[in-house]
């Protein structure tokens, strides 16, 4: 992996994060230089590593609408809502950021290299420490400081009362970001930490309207996209856009193996062309 290094007494480091408490004495990157994105609007987005598919779908959704819209997605590559912010932006064709608690060349969670490598065409990644650094327990506490450095808004879609994402919430209101949260659940214990911070002062979101209106933008018109992909992968897009959702009932319609269906889905999806739901279902973004 080339890895660059950006060094805080170097005219190019962000200024972002020279802002910050204990900025980061060296800031090492990989994929596109920050200065391209750092002059774009920017949202963090983080929350719960034990997504439910209501946080899958609201994050999901909110993500690909600002990410089309041109708004770089920030967040940490953590399970949960995290990675499935990256594979929304990503899928959206927008630009996403990866800020690591490891070294660049370890890259953590291992699940995730694969979007990691992905992420370095569209966006960087993003890490303070050197080659060779593992992830120790207090690396993603002071992680969560350089994601909500780098962005305009913090945006939590799914959060428990203990959510490592409330750190980076604490860290974005120390460094005079504006926090926004989604609504959950009342009952739900996944949302318990998001409704805790709206009633502290956290600004509401019910959509990525309410996120353009606070970065003082208006969301580009959607542009209709050319389809380009295989004939396969046009039978399936036609089928779920005739509404069939879920991945069995595609399977029987288009009579796919499930291993060559899940690789058109991949496709597809990687295309921008069709996003998940949760259990298993699909439609077209």
Known sequence: MNVNILKLSSDSYPAELRQISSPPESLFWSGIEPDKWLGLPRVAVVGSRKITPYGRSVTSQIVTDLARAGVVIISGLAYGVDIVAHQAALSANGT??????????????????????????????????????????SNFIARNRIVSGLCEVLLITEAAVNSGSLHTARFALEQGKTVMTVPGNITSPIS????????????????????????????????????????????????????????????????????LLASTLTMLEIGGYIRPTGSGNWVVT
């Open 96 to 137: 996403t950021v990866a800020v690591l608690p490891t070294s660049l060349d370890q890259i953590y969670p291992v699940n995730h290299a694969h979007i990691a490598e992905q992420i370095k065409l569209r966006g960087s990644l993003i890490s303070e420490y050197p080659q060779g650094t593992a992830g120790f327990k």
């Open 192 to 259: 318990e930490g998001c409704n805790n911070l709206i009633k502290s002062g956290a600004v509401p979101v019910t959509s990525a309207d309410d996120i353009f209106f606070t970065l003082r933008i208006s969301p580009k018109a959607k542009q209709v996209m050319n389809f380009s992909g295989t004939k396969l992968e046009q039978l399936v897009l036609d089928l779920i856009k005739g509404g069939i959702a879920a991945q069995d009932q595609l399977a029987q319609a288009a009579e796919l193996d499930s291993p």
